[in-house]
């Protein structure tokens, strides 16, 4: 089975322009989930999507946003980028079990640079 | 609200034993801890999960008390290859779902 892709691998911005990543999960999994990676917060969960169906979000202000489509294809798009919006954004896909039976598959990630 | 601390880092030598402890002392009932090994330019992958007691698979053991406020991944004999990043993750039931911990940087020594 091919793992979690994700695209772009890296990607320069500058501030207040807006970016999609695109994220394609494992064959047969439902479930995808986004996280932003930073050296000073580190892991921090974005959102869930299940069957095109945000079932979960974190603590993330509205600039962030996602989707997901019938294939399990899932983007996140950010708008008006800041500074701090630099980071490493990493998708992870599972078959979204109830009851944290799910063991979550993440992909390479996307870097992210915002100037 | 789950909080998760870890230990920012260990060195251990090859041929022992790691044992890592992850904090969560707002763990709700149902929730599930996940533990999770990063290298460099690469994603998390999973290494075990557990909710209470003791769980074993080939790579890993996972410690867990009675009353769920720790979690203890233990890592038999490591080697050289096991140097890496290793997050503990709460699945919470509540708010903000998936929360991680700070991070433990095992650094493992000749």
């Known amino acids: 089975k091919a793992g979690v892709t994700q695209t772009p691998r890296y990607l320069i911005k500058t501030r207040g322009q807006q970016v999609t990543l695109s994220c394609s999960p494992i064959?047969?999994?439902?479930?995808v989930s986004w996280y932003q990676q930073t050296p000073g917060q580190g892991l921090q969960f974005l959102f869930e999507?299940?069957?095109?169906?945000?079932?979960n979000k974190g603590n993330f202000p509205g600039r962030f946003s996602g989707r997901q489509f019938s294939n399990s294809r899932s983007e996140m798009n950010v708008s008006t980028l800041e500074l701090g919006d630099s980071a490493l954004y990493l998708c992870?896909?599972?078959?979204?079990?109830?009851?944290?039976?799910?063991?979550?598959?993440f992909g390479p990630g996307t870097r992210l640079t915002v100037l | 609200l789950a909080k998760t601390t870890q230990p920012i880092s260990m060195d251990s030598y090859e041929g022992q034993e790691v044992n890592i402890t992850c904090s969560h002392n707002?763990?709700?009932?149902?929730?599930?801890i996940t533990w999770y090994q990063q290298f460099p330019s690469q994603g998390p992958r999973f290494i075990i999960q557990g909710y209470k007691t003791k769980v074993t698979n080939e790579v890993a053991s996972l410690f867990i008390p009675a009353d769920r406020k720790s979690s203890t991944l233990s890592l038999p004999r490591v080697s050289l290859s096991d140097t890496a990043v290793y997050y503990c993750?709460?699945?919470?039931?509540?708010?903000?779902?998936?929360?991680f911990g700070t991070g433990t940087r095992l650094k493992v020594l000749a």
């Open positions: 993750l709460v699945d919470t039931s509540g708010t903000y779902k998936y929360i």
């Open positions: 992870a896909s599972s078959e979204g079990l109830a009851g944290g039976l799910s063991e979550q598959f």
């Open positions: 707002n763990i709700a009932t149902n929730d599930y």
């Open positions: 999507y299940f069957s095109e169906t945000q079932r």
């Open positions: 064959s047969g999994h439902r479930s």
